[in-house]
């Protein structure tokens, strides 16, 4: 059974920090990885996809990566800025079921 | 193209009230799921239905729930005799025919709050 777990789940940084958010999974039979921005009340932004034989994708500040035989992804932010905070989620497609897996996701805070 | 609609945004109802939550997909879009959200917790998979058919029920609990998407109109995910621990925060995702495999597009969510 496929697990997924963000490291950490908070984190509180000022601003302009480079900073890391990681993901990790149980079954590398993982098809793809997204990550995606929730902010408070609100719905969810696809942020990067990650196709199963892709390693990363890059969109402005953001740069995601997939490590599949390792089952871990990692989230990086350059230059953070206030507006950078909310919570990040990623979620592993798996192509057996149709279903994506969610973790719990990250909190971000950037201090101005 | 309007993205996904879900109404509505906020739905509150007392213990054993019936909760009806609607999801509009993306123009084209012929794939619907539903996810269940609890408070600081990460979205569970429900239900994936196509026209008319559901093709995969095994996050909907075996009691109470049921969803339905038919040939006209938007998807419905109902639940009855609601329980305090139905609150959640409830997305619907659409997705096209022929997408990329686990590309969804989301909703706002419906925020449902029982007393």
């Known amino acids: 059974k496929q697990e997924v777990t963000q490291i950490p789940a908070a984190l509180s940084v000022p601003e302009g920090e480079n900073l890391v958010l990681n993901c990790s999974f149980t079954?590398?039979?993982?098809?793809?990885l997204q990550w995606f921005r929730q902010d408070p009340g609100k719905g969810l932004t696809s942020l990067l996809l990650i196709q199963s034989s892709q390693r990363e994708q890059t969109s402005g500040r953001l740069n995601a990566s997939l490590d599949k035989s390792s089952g871990r992804s990692t989230l990086y932010i350059a230059a953070s800025q206030p507006g950078d905070s909310a919570t990040y989620l990623c979620a592993g497609f798996m192509d057996s079921n149709y279903q994506l897996i969610w973790g719990a996701g990250t909190k971000l805070i950037i201090k101005p | 193209n309007a993205g996904v609609m879900q109404n509505p945004r906020h739905l509150v109802r007392r213990r054993g009230q019936e909760a009806r939550l609607r999801c509009s997909p993306m123009k084209g879009h012929s794939h619907v799921y539903w996810y269940r959200q609890l408070p600081e917790e990460g979205l569970k998979f429900m239900v994936y239905?196509?026209?008319?058919?559901?093709?995969?029920e095994s996050g909907m609990p075996k009691e109470r729930f049921s969803a339905e998407f038919p040939k006209e109109g938007p998807s419905i995910l109902r639940i009855q005799q609601v329980v305090r621990g139905d609150s959640a925060a409830y997305f619907c995702?659409?997705?096209?025919?022929?997408?990329?495999?686990?590309?969804?597009?989301f909703g706002p969510g419906t925020r449902l709050t029982v007393t």
């Open positions: 079954d590398s039979a993982i098809y793809n």
């Open positions: 995702a659409s997705s096209p025919p022929e997408g990329l495999a686990g590309e969804q597009y």
């Open positions: 239905l196509q026209k008319e058919n559901i093709i995969d």
